[in-house]
Structure formats: structure tokens, C-alpha cells
């Protein structure tokens, strides 16, 4: 008889499905009656787009973003219509059959895309598609000229049905830049030019501005996943995942000696160590050389030098050996220590840890019947 994927994993990664599914209908009653949408973009966070979606489904959303047409594409097969799929990126010129064939979306983001779908939408006798209006951020969307031009003939029907009209805030984490005020003004105004279309702003951060930001549907992602929509207040948020890291190996080592590449770290006294099979590779950042911790029943280990790219070594002296040995486990994520917890050490954003959690970890996916 072989071993089970969980004993040989080099770590478990524990995802709550009931918790981001919980998440959402707390924005759900937050922003209501504005309606509430899911983004599932870089495979929801890292987390597995596949299990995620199919639970805020069930919760009841009912549009998902993701950021490219293959996203989609791959997305379709868990979601039936009528949910709709929604791709940030929009269509990329010669690609806009895969588009219809699988019911995606496209959020249109320049002139040229524009022409081009029209022609796809005229061929199928009408397609649908959002539109991306940039506020000030420089980045995807029309500009406000591009806008003025074309904002006259979106009131009229025509081959695109037009169904939101988006914009994304730059600044929402921060809620007294006065960004979030001048772009919340310049998309009210295109609101206002163009009629009746739903219309969305709001980003998980941007839902904590306020009512003023929620307009027709909010597009939260990060939230879902229990990244801190408020950085620097209370995390309101479910906290998501947990990660464990697999003891490798448990060494004594003597004062003076050196840890790791570059020995860059020197034990200013005897103590023992646990080497862990979690490194860079597996999204456990280099920038979290000498910074990070793991937890051994609650109780923190300190990371002792630099990271490999399969191996992180930590301070285990003062555990019960009883509770560290090889096979066991070192606790990197938990409700205390979050992903920004780990993003503040690692000197970035939760996002990035959720993003970059690799493909080697055991998986657990917990549902309501099922809870940690
Ligand atoms: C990624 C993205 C979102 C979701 O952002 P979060 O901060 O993760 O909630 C919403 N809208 C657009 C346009 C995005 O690119």
C-alpha cells in the first residue's frame, strides 16, 4: 500500500470554503440593494477557481470576473449559464469566437476593442459586453476623452448590449486620499451621461468607503478570501486559509555556527532547529529571510536565515521536542499570523502571499459540514 498525497505533502493547505462563502453574504447585507458580484481572477486568489466558484454559486452569486479569456474559458466548465462570466482583460483581437462559444463576457477597455466586438456583436445578431470608463488610475479603460466620444451612442441600442459600466479605484485602501473622492465624481457624472446602465466602482476596499461607492453592484475579491479590506483597522473579514509546513528534520546546533545560504544567520547560542519542506518555490517569499515565523502550538518559532527555494529553517529551541520532530508540522498561516501578517513581514500585500501559495501543498477544502 502506497502513502496517502496528505503524509508525503510538504505542506497542507487548508482552504474554508463555508468561510468565503460567509464572507460574501456579509457583503451581500453590507451593500444591499446594490448587488454583489465575486472576482476569481489568477485562480481565485491562488486558492483553486474551480472549488471556490462552485461555492459562491451555491451562496448565490450570481457574476464572476475573471482576468483572461482562458480563465473563462476554464471557468465555464464549472458554471452554467445563466451566471454570467465576466473577463477584466476584454477580447484580444481574433479571439472574440471563443468569447461567444463560451458565453464569456468581455469587459471592453479601448476603442479598438470596442470596434472589433461590435463587428463580432453584428455577425451573432448581438452580443453583450461591459464597458472599463478609467477614472484615474492609468491603467485599463477608456479615457475620459475616448468616453465623451462614444458616450452619445451608448444610450441607443445597438448590436452590443451594453450590461455595466465599470471603473476601479486606485486609492480605496487608503480612505482619505483624495483620489477615491475624485474618481467616485467622474464616474457619477459618466453615470449620469449615458442613462441606464448598471453601473460598478467598488472593490473590497472600495465597499468600505461607503454607500456612495456601492452604485448598481460592488466586485470584491481579496475580501472573499480574508485579506483586510481596511488595512490598519480591524480585519472584518473571515480569516480563509490555513498552511502547514512538514518538519523535515530536527538538528541541535552549537553556538557560532552558521544557518543556511550565505550564512547569513550565526546562533548566538546552542540551540535545536527544524528544517520545514516549504520554500520560495512554494510561495514562502525570500523577503521573508530572517523576518518570518511559523507558530508550534501557539507559540512562535522564529525563521533563522535565508530561504531556499524548498526549505525554511526555524528556531525550535525552546518547544517541547515532543512537539517538533520529523513528520510533524510547523503552523505559517493561521487565524493569528494571516496572510498580512505574513504580507507585513515579507514586505508586500496579502495578495501577493494568497497569489503566489504554490502547487505543492496538500489541499483541504472545507465546506459547512466540515469546519476546523
Ligand atoms: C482585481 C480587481 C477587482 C477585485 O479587487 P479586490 O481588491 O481583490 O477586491 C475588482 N475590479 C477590478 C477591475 C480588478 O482588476
Known sequence: MGSEPAERACGILDVDLAGIAANWRSLVRRVEPAGCAAVVKADAYGLGAHRVSAALAQAGCRLFFVATADEGIALRGVLAEPIEIAVFNGVLRGSADEFVKYRLIPVLNDPGQIVDWRDAAVRNGGLPAMLHLDTGMARLGLTAREFDRISERLKVPGAIGWRALISHLACADEPAHPLNETQRARFASARAAIGAMPCSLAASSGIFLGRGFYFDFVRPGAALYGVNPQPGAPNPMRRIVRLKGRILQIREVDRGESVGYGATHTMVRAGRLATVAVGY????????????????????????????????????????????????????????????????????????????????????YRDAADQW
Not at 510561495?283 to 535565508?306: A, E, F, T
Not at 529551541?317 to 515532543?322: G, K, L, T
Request: net charge negative; glycine share 14%.
Open 281 to 364: 518555490a512554494d510561495g514562502w517569499l525570500r523577503s521573508l529571510s530572517h523576518r518570518g515565523s511559523g507558530r508550534i502550538g501557539g507559540k512562535r518559532v522564529p525563521l533563522l536565515g535565508r530561504i531556499s527555494m524548498d526549505l525554511a529553517v526555524f528556531d525550535v529551541s525552546e518547544i517541547d521536542p515532543a512537539r517538533a520532530c520529523p513528520g510533524g508540522f510547523i503552523d505559517l498561516l493561521d487565524e493569528d499570523y494571516d496572510v498580512d501578517a505574513a504580507a507585513a513581514d515579507a514586505d508586500t500585500i496579502g495578495y501577493e502571499i494568497l497569489t503566489g501559495l504554490g502547487r505543492r501543498y496538500h489541499r483541504i
